[in-house]
């Protein structure tokens, strides 16, 4: 997707190959430029630096702290991207939208709910470009 003719990427980091490239397809034919990686910090941080990334969507199987971690880590480059997580949770909804995440989605989900989200947030970017 592109607003003013600029690129806005989206970063899709998941624990599960299979259920992040599906992620990745259900965006793209939403219209969105997607690039899907499994949960490699450093790896990810490259990405987002070397790309137009304006989007992280992350579902990460690890502990709470390597979470929290990973949130403030997204947050800290040179005009970081939008970050929303995936989980179960509510207490850990409450732990990531403190760690820094922009949003967060409760599995199970509806697609539809998921891209409105999706949608806000890039239109977030949008206002800042």
Known sequence: MSWGGVVLGVLIVGYDAELTA???KILER???DTTCCLSDISKILS???SKSIKLVIAE???????RIKFCKTIKSVNNPPKLI????????EIQMLNAGADDF???PYKTAVFLARISALMRQCKSVL
Do not use: H
């Open 105 to 107: 989605i409760k599995k």
């Open 22 to 24: 599906l992620t990745g």
């Open 60 to 66: 990460l199987e690890s502990d709470e702290n390597e």
């Open 30 to 32: 939403s219209g969105y």
């Open 47 to 49: 990405f987002i630096e």
């Open 85 to 92: 997580l995936i989980g179960q949770s509510s207490e850990e």
